[in-house]
């Protein structure tokens, strides 16, 4: 039942209730790569103590992180549980984007190597049925028995995202930036499901004018998306995903995914989709672009290179 005061809560949304923070992306991605004590999580992000610890909690309480006592020691770590190793493929799917779009705006590169073949790899998206690379453009959707409405609550509580090291280099890149705020990941999502125009974003985020205008302005700056005049008013623009947003798109459907696995209830997943090329419904599996077998986390190894970036200005 539409009603005027809610939004869709598809998957995407439900995941983005737990990951949709800048400092919550920051330490999966530390998480992942495997640093496990609360020091070590506040040097690497490079963020405030106070920070770590409260989002630490909102992790272990959000059971994607369980802190055990250190073995043989005094103190505890923090270790991956289930739900939290379960959101490997978005971490491997921003690793994608970061390194095809954006790859010397952070200090650190961070470089996969598929243990299974010996190789180094590029996380591939790739249809678990037919095996053909995802393109958006190939996935039909239509609304689940589980879709439903709700109220959105949106924090006022934003990080700021131009915090930067000490060495002047930015803390994030405009990956954990979008996916660090839920208004500008509904922006994205909109895109996806066909609604391009001001007022009817606005009608299906429920944003206010003014902060939409400065998400979709910031998402013009980022090259994620363009404007299109739509009429002969040279005024009225409509907004259209660019190649480099169109790629945001693997990152989207391993949130849904992980959304759809974790928070769905008894009435089934809020959002279906079809992979049109081979007839099925849509599971993405993250391959190894030298030898096409599953990435996994337990078959994955990551190493970090410094970038020698220069700070932007
Ligand atoms: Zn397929
Ligand atoms: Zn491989």
Redesign the pocket.
């Known amino acids: 039942m539409k009603h005027d005061r809610t939004i869709r809560a598809c998957s995407i949304w439900r995941a983005l209730d737990v990951v949709g923070d800048v400092p919550v992306l920051l330490i999966m991605e530390q998480a992942f790569l495997g640093t496990h004590s609360f020091d070590e999580f506040v040097s690497r992000t490079g963020l405030a103590r106070s920070v770590v610890n409260g989002r630490l909690k909102k992790l272990v309480d959000e059971d994607c992180l369980a802190k055990k006592p250190r073995t043989g020691g005094r103190g505890f770590h923090y270790v991956l549980t289930q739900k939290g190793r379960d959101q490997f493929p978005n971490a491997l799917m921003m690793l994608r984007w970061q390194h095809k779009w954006e790859a010397a705006e952070r200090d650190f590169q961070v470089r996969l190597h598929h243990a299974t073949c010996g190789h180094a790899t590029e996380p591939v998206p790739v249809?678990?049925?037919?095996?053909?690379e995802i393109d958006p453009r190939d996935v039909a959707w239509r609304e689940g028995p589980g879709l439903a409405q709700v109220i959105p609550h949106y924090e006022r509580r934003r990080f700021n995202g131009d915090v930067r090291r000490p060495g002047g280099r930015p803390l994030v890149d405009t990956m954990i930036e979008l996916f660090g705020d839920r208004w500008a990941t509904l922006v994205v999502r909109a895109m996806f499901t066909s609604i391009n125009r001001f007022d009817d974003i606005q009608r299906d985020t429920l944003m206010a004018t003014n902060i939409l205008t400065g998400r979709l302005e910031r998402l013009v700056r980022q090259g994620i998306l363009k404007t299109v005049p739509y009429s002969s008013h040279a005024d009225r623009v409509e907004y259209r995903l660019t190649a480099k947003g169109r790629d945001l798109y693997p990152v989207l459907l391993a949130l849904l995914q992980w959304g759809d696995r974790w928070f769905a209830d008894e009435r089934g997943p809020p959002l279906l989709l079809t992979?049109r090329?081979?007839?099925?419904d849509?599971h993405m599996v993250a391959t190894c672009s030298h030898c096409g077998d599953e990435l996994q986390l337990a078959n994955s190894r990551f190493t970090i290179e410094e970038t020698g970036a220069e700070p932007a200005p």
Not at 127 to 132: I, S
Not at 277 to 280: Q, T, Y
Request: aromatic share 0%.
């Open positions: 249809c678990g049925h037919c095996h053909a992979h090329p081979c007839g099925h849509l």
